[in-house]
């Protein structure tokens, strides 16, 4: 008879949801022999049926390093004194669209810490600007937790998509991983006011965080059935030198593969990074992540002398190369295990 994990991951893909003591059951078994191959079978058929072969890919550009947060697993947290920080300014990130468009990207990432120095009219002007210069491209903003009023100028500036990830779905946990001055309310409101306004959302996690438990993960699941964004970005933590979390143990491949996968039974049409993290922990990271139910890329437009210091955790792969050395990087490894990249913008397929 096969266990009760086979018989959950069969229901999660027929009903799209668990109850939490079934979540908490599968992340207490997640090791059993077989499960986790029979779940990327699963995975990879329901992606390919959405996808094809085609893996979406996005321009990151990393835009600024300064940040008043001080979340306590981040390199680039405010008291990290030894972090060296750098701001682009809008030339540089208009030359790094240029570079990203020539090279097939239709979707640019704007990214950075909450930098006070960017205000809304900064922001406003550069969304617009690339969207004047860019019309066929989407642009993602990942600038973390804003006034909702700040959210709408930005999209009506043009700006598509945003990026917030809730990082966990545990009122105590997200207590134990930011200060005091950071709440979980207050990361909820900004997901469902990003989603009100009209944004493509994605939410994400990461995996393995200090003090996450089966019980955190099933809250991680839950909260993002409610939310249903249309990206989740999950990848491993990954300890930071020079953090509270330094000596902290980082995320596991077979955790973030695992949940992956269950992702893509939950949630079917969601574009799912295989992530940069995922990537740093293991060389085939990227190409597993995908093999597990991800289908999208993320590579890296920075320019090469700031890259380095967009240093959120230890080793992080791809600080030495350029945008299009990426590219290519990709386009084999992609490649490699059957898929190619598109040239398309990526929407969520309810939105294409
Ligand atoms: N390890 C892995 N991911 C991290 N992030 C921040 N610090 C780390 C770390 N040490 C992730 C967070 C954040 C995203 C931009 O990067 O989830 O939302
Ligand atoms: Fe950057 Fe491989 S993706 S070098």
Redesign the pocket.
């Known amino acids: 008879m096969r266990s009760r994990c086979f018989e959950l991951i069969d229901r999660l893909e027929k009903d799209k949801s668990l109850k939490r003591e079934e979540w908490v059951f599968l992340f207490e078994h997640f090791e059993e022999p077989g499960l986790s191959e029979y779940l990327f079978e699963k995975a990879v058929r329901i992606s390919k049926e959405v996808f094809g072969n085609k893996v979406y890919t996005r321009g990151l550009i990393e835009f600024t390093n300064y940040c008043k947060n001080n979340?306590l697993?981040?390199?680039?947290r405010r008291d990290n004194r030894n972090a060296s920080r750098y701001r682009l300014t809008k030339e540089d990130i208009l030359s790094c669209c240029e570079e990203g468009y020539e090279l097939g990207f239709r979707t640019f990432v704007l990214?950075g810490g909450e930098d006070p120095a960017f205000t809304d009219e900064i922001l406003v002007d550069i969304v617009r600007s690339i969207k004047d210069l860019y019309p066929d491209c989407a642009l993602t903003l990942?600038i973390g937790e804003k006034p909702r009023k700040s959210y709408e100028a930005y999209y009506e500036a043009g700006a598509d998509r945003y990026?917030?990830?809730h990082?966990t779905g545990d009122k105590a946990h997200y207590a134990r991983l930011h200060p005091g001055n950071m709440s979980f309310e207050n990361r909820r409101r900004c997901l469902f006011d990003l989603k009100d306004i009209g944004y493509q959302v994605g939410s994400?996690?990461?995996v393995g965080?200090p003090y996450q438990t089966s019980d955190t993960l099933a809250s991680d699941f839950l909260f993002l059935k409610e939310l249903s964004p249309h990206m989740v970005?999950?990848?491993?933590?990954?300890?930071?030198h020079d953090?509270p979390?330094a000596k902290e143990t980082?995320?596991t491949v077979a955790l973030t593969l695992f949940c992956i996968g269950l992702l893509r039974l939950m949630l079917p049409k969601a574009l799912l990074p295989a992530?940069t993290?995922l990537g740093?922990i293991s060389p085939r990271g990227r190409e597993m992540g995908i093999l597990a139910g991800a289908n999208v890329v993320m590579p890296n437009l920075s320019p090469v002398k700031v890259r380095k210091k967009y240093e959120?955790?230890?080793n992080k792969i791809c600080t030495g190369d350029e945008a299009a050395e990426c590219r290519q990087c990709l386009e084999n490894r992609m490649k490699s295990i059957g898929y190619e990249l598109s040239r398309s913008r990526g929407d969520h397929p309810d939105l294409a």
Do not use: N
């Not at 697993?73 to 680039?76: E, L, S």
């Open positions: 979340c697993y981040c390199g680039i990214q990942s990026l917030l990830r990082e994400g996690f990461m965080s970005g999950i990848g491993p933590f990954v300890p930071h953090t979390f980082g995320g992530t993290a740093t959120l955790y230890d």
